[in-house]
Structure formats: structure tokens, C-alpha cells
């Protein structure tokens, strides 16, 4: 039985996190709202009296909801074992995904660091002072601590010898940076060559190489949790 996964039908945000674990699984889903539209999607988030989810992603699941996108991760894991198995690596891969998703608020926040209820033009300055910042010294930071991950474990993915979601979520990771800033980006991954190489490896996976091609992975855009803005960006 398919699960039914919710999230905006037309930005990839943090839904894509999930979607990537879901194809590189081969987990059967719908993606409901890209087949009903965003309307459906708030017509179903207000219909889960029991377990309502504060906002996608979510997976519908017997009547109710698991959301949060490193829940959905960990659930999916655990339910399907599509990853290590191990106590010490499932609590890892969390702990990892965890701070993977502090990451993404982090550089969600940079083009809104005053609200989200505010458009861009309205904080620009804001953003502007916030991005210095970001770039300076948050993406070495979270770069540091990944890399250190990578180089923990003796295979080459963060739980050893097989991929796991934190993989795919850090590959994606990746790829979004180098969408919102890709001047300071081409000057800091020759420092971090395993998080280049595991992008490189996930990109090659054979389990992905139908979805990766396919219209189903959506580009980024500036509606998106990554965005472009030449001004917010610098080596």
C-alpha cells in the first residue's frame, strides 16, 4: 500500500528530503498534493482530528499523521530498514539529520531573518548583514562538523559501509547551498573533499538515477528554502 505524502505541490523545501528517501527506498507514495494541488493540502491538514500535523511534510498514515521531516525520516528508516540497523548507527543517523535540518532553518533564515510573513525587498538589509554572517562563519561550522562525520566512519557513508537517508539529506544539502550561494560555495568545498565526494556518490547512486532525471525532482527556485540572491552572495 502506498503512503500518502503531503507537502507543496511546487517547491522541493523540505518535502524533497523525504521524497528522496522514498525513491532511493523504493517506496511506494503519492504525492498527493502535486496530484490535487495545495488546496487538498490544506483540506487534508485540517481533517486529521486525531495526530494533525503543524505543517508539511507528513505521511498519511492510518488515519493520522507523522510529520517533522527527521520523524519521517526515522519512521521510514525503522518501518523499511533502508539503512543501518544497528542501535548506535540509528540514534547517529538521527542525531546527524537532526542538525542537517538546524542547518536548513539556518539558511532558510537568511533571506527572512525578521519574519516569513515579510517579503525579502522588506528585510533586504537585514538579510544582507545576516548573510555575511552565514557565509563567514555558519557554513564552516556545520561544514566542519560534517566533514568530521564523514572521516568517523570507516566506509564512505556517515554510518559506515551502505547509504543512509542522512546521506541523501546531506547530498541535498549540498545542492542547495551551491543553488543560493554558489561564489562562497566554489570557495569552500576544495577544503571539504568527503562532502564533495558524498555528493558525488549519491548523485551516481543507481537507486536514484530514475527520480534524478525525472521531472518529479522538482529545480529550486527563488520560492524555495534555498534561494538565489547575487547580493547575499560573495566568495
Known amino acids: 500500500m502506498a503512503y500518502d505524502f503531503w507537502y507543496w505541490p511546487t517547491i522541493p523545501g523540505r518535502g524533497e528530503f523525504v521524497r528522496l528517501t522514498l525513491e532511493a527506498c523504493g517506496i511506494p507514495y503519492r504525492d498527493r498534493a502535486r496530484e490535487e494541488g495545495a488546496d487538498a493540502l490544506i483540506t487534508d491538514m485540517a481533517g486529521h482530528a486525531r495526530g494533525p500535523a503543524f505543517a508539511p511534510p507528513y505521511l498519511g498514515v492510518d488515519g493520522s499523521t507523522i510529520a517533522q521531516t527527521a520523524n519521517i525520516l526515522f519512521y521510514l528508516s525503522e518501518r523499511h530498514e533502508c539503512g543501518p540497523s544497528g542501535m548506535k548507527s540509528r540514534y547517529w543517523l538521527s542525531q546527524l539529520q537532526l542538525t542537517i535540518m538546524d542547518f536548513v532553518a539556518e539558511a532558510h533564515d537568511v533571506h527572512h531573518p525578521i519574519g516569513v510573513d515579510i517579503y525579502y525587498e522588506d528585510q533586504k538589509p537585514e538579510s544582507l548583514r545576516r548573510a555575511h554572517g552565514f557565509r563567514g562563519q555558519r557554513i564552516p561550522k556545520f561544514f566542519d562538523y560534517f566533514e568530521h562525520a564523514l572521516k568517523s566512519e570507516a566506509g564512505h557513508w556517515l554510518a559506515g559501509a551502505r547509504w543512509s537517508y542522512a546521506d541523501l539529506s546531506l547530498f541535498h544539502l549540498v ?39 525525472s521531472d518529479r525532482r522538482l529545480p529550486f527556485s527563488q520560492e524555495d528554502v534555498f534561494r538565489h540572491y547575487p547580493e547575499l552572495d560573495a566568495p
Not at 545542492?175 to 573533499?193: I, K, N, S, V
Not at 549519491?202 to 527520480?211: G, M
Open 175 to 213: 545542492a542547495g547551498l551551491r543553488y543560493a550561494f554558489p561564489l562562497r560555495m566554489a570557495t569552500l568545498m576544495p577544503g571539504y573533499p568527503e562532502l564533495g565526494a558524498l555528493h558525488d556518490r549519491v548523485v551516481a547512486l543507481p537507486e536514484l538515477q530514475d527520480y534524478l532525471s
